[in-house]
């Protein structure tokens, strides 16, 4: 099977791509690079690469591609709204050319990767059929190509969103803008746990490398078209003070609370993804504190400017005001 993956030089797309090449697939590259083209090294020369953007690329881009996976955006809620209408053109609309050029051109499947947060807070557990309320512009994008994504599905086509957890763990181009990777790197560099009082608001959370095989199963199962499925487990909805204790016990450091108290919270149920996709993560919070630990032992995760997305796209546009465009 040979899969077109966008936006392969982010947080996931770095962990995905060799996860699918070891899985046997042929994979085909696109991505504007805006993080570095050198964060593709482990697997560049096991790929093809194109070098573009999903607003404009051409549609040859797909010539014998099989299946999609489409998580070319602006990545997170701040990114989201440094420029609202620019983070709907390319986490709307650029997603749906993408798609719609994939059906025109005979592609099979096409999986969009979105996220929980297009449920914003609230009490109790969201699932599939909860009533959305994103709260942001990059949660109603997510939302927009959703809703216009799955009704492409038939059956020659079958179109899945994954709505994901709150992603953690290593990779090679890290993000210290996240909650378990921030609290870790903070508690080894500086000896601070920060939480926002009084730590009792939850987010589900998933690590990276189980995003790669949730994406694997959505790409291979039957019976998914048409679908939105909730990408996490059941009892990783943690409490944002539990994520500060696994950190404090891993790594060490103090945990200071600050601020009001943060009533936003909500949790998520995975039993679909269970059902459909036959998906259960591996990894823990755990399991991903001292996997960041090690890293940061080892001197291969440091303070890098562009592991923390707002500061380093700011910069970007500081340097040309229209190098997003």
């Known amino acids: 099977m040979k899969v077109l993956v966008t936006g392969c030089g982010g947080y996931i797309g770095t962990t995905l791509v060799p996860y699918l090449l070891k899985e046997g697939f ?3 590259c696109l991505d504007r ?15 093809e690469v194109v070098r573009g953007d999903v607003r404009n690329v051409d549609p040859s881009v797909m010539k014998g591609i099989d299946g999609v996976v489409d998580m070319a955006s602006l990545s997170n809620d701040p990114a989201g709204e440094l420029n609202p209408e620019l983070t709907l053109a390319i986490n709307y609309r650029g997603r749906i050319r993408v798609a719609k050029m994939a059906k025109e051109a005979g592609v099979k499947r096409y999986v969009l990767l979105s996220s929980c947060s297009v449920y914003g807070f609230r009490e109790g557990y969201s ?3 909860t009533e959305p309320n994103p709260l942001t512009t990059y949660a109603r994008a997510n939302l927009l190509a959703e809703r216009e994504v799955l009704p492409l599905n038939d059956g020659a086509f079958t179109s899945v969103a994954l709505r994901l957890a709150t992603v953690h763990g290593p990779s090679k181009r890290m993000r210290l803008d ?12 500086s000896g601070k746990i920060t939480v926002m009082r009084d730590g009792t608001q939850r987010r589900p959370l998933v690590h990276v490398f189980d995003v790669a095989r949730a994406v694997h199963a959505a790409l291979t199962v039957e019976g998914v078209g048409g679908e939105v499925i909730n990408v996490g487990a ?7 003070m539990d994520v500060a204790k696994v950190v404090r016990n891993v790594v060490g450091g103090e945990v ?4 009001d108290p943060d009533r936003r919270s909500y949790a998520v149920s995975f039993r679909k993804a269970r059902e459909l996709l036959d998906f259960e993560p591996k990894f823990t ?3 991903s504190v001292k996997q960041i630990y090690h890293e940061l032992l080892l001197g291969n995760v440091k303070g890098d400017p562009r592991w923390t997305t707002v500061k380093w796209y700011k910069s970007i546009l500081e340097r040309d005001p229209h190098a997003l465009d």
């Open 33 to 47: 690079f805006f993080f570095g083209e050198d964060l593709i090294s482990h697997f560049s020369d096991r790929v």
């Open 178 to 189: 996240l909650l378990v990777n921030g609290m870790t790197f903070n508690a080894y560099s």
């Open 127 to 129: 699932d599939e059929s």
């Open 26 to 28: 042929s994979v085909r």
């Open 256 to 259: 200071e609370m600050y601020g």
């Open 234 to 240: 059941d009892d990783q909805n943690y409490a944002i």
């Open 285 to 287: 919070v755990e399991d």
